[in-house]
């Protein structure tokens, strides 16, 4: 009777550290992931959200995953790995969006709104016109397309990429992944904002050229409110083919996901 009661604590212990494995993992990811990780969302609120996808994700994880180390020591080291692919994993999903916030950054910066700053409380920083309204843009075209049913699903899906406690965490397999990915979404974002930029270039030569001609006339005081509505106008008629080209740029951040994570095993 007693080598039965053994075995079935042996066995609720090892189920309960998986649990704390598995809500370490979910945590540091929801922590960093976009929309669902936002800086409006209170603590509780994240908390509350991550056992709720434990509770969804525990039953299909196997329990044969990996021997549960006994000492303490041994625990905490499975939990900082866990810990680690939860913060990648949820920083890489991050980079969603920080392409449209690059783009809306340096737009802010070439039309003269890089002196108007504004409080963004998705994010708890700062931040431009141009840059919160790409974002907003981003957020909601994110959401409608099923974005984040998509996160759940990829957040689900590490688990059977990277079992519980079997992740070896070897730099060289995942970090020229992430360099590749940083690459692009640099690129992208210098894309996604360079028909606003060459508009407001033409402007500026323009302008210039006015300024030679007629010397008298001191064009530069319209070149503000001109760079203004340029930007904006341009920014309007683009839109639609932004908010695409993010679609696209959504779905290869969650394909690179899984060669980051099948990196880690």
């Not at 957040?155 to 690459?183: D, G, H, N, W, Y």
């Not at 692009?184 to 500026?204: D, E, F, K, V, Y």
């Amino acid at each position: 009777m007693s080598t039965v009661l053994e075995s079935i604590a042996g066995l609720a212990s090892g189920q309960v550290q998986l649990a704390g494995l598995a809500m370490i993992r979910i945590a540091s990811m929801v922590v960093l992931l976009p929309v669902l990780g936002s800086q409006s969302l209170p603590a509780q609120a994240k908390i509350g959200l991550a056992f709720a996808l434990l509770l969804c994700v525990f039953p299909t994880l196997p329990r044969d995953t990996a021997a549960m180390p006994d000492s303490v020591p041994g625990f905490l080291g499975l939990a900082l790995r866990e810990a680690a692919i939860g913060m990648i994993a949820g920083w890489t999903f991050g980079l969603i969006f920080q392409v449209m916030e690059f783009a809306g950054a340096v737009i802010d910066m070439q039309a003269g709104f890089s002196m108007v700053e504004l409080f963004d409380p998705t994010t708890g920083e700062s931040t431009h016109l141009f840059g919160q309204f790409l974002g907003i843009a981003a957020t909601v075209t994110f959401l409608a397309g099923g974005g984040h049913t998509h996160l759940v699903a990829a957040l689900a899906e590490s688990f059977r990429s990277i079992p519980l406690a079997t992740a070896q965490m070897e730099i060289a397999s995942f970090l020229p992944a992430i360099s590749a990915l940083v690459a692009r979404s640099i690129l992208l974002g210098i894309q996604l904002c360079g028909p606003i930029l060459m508009a407001l270039l033409m402007l500026t030569l323009t302008m210039a050229v006015i300024s030679r001609i007629m010397p008298s006339m001191n064009a530069w005081l319209v070149v503000m409110p001109l760079q203004i509505l340029t930007a904006c106008a341009v920014t309007a008629l683009s839109l639609p083919i932004l908010l695409g080209t993010f679609r696209g740029w959504q779905d290869d951040v969650f394909r690179a996901a899984d060669t980051i994570l099948a990196g880690m095993r």
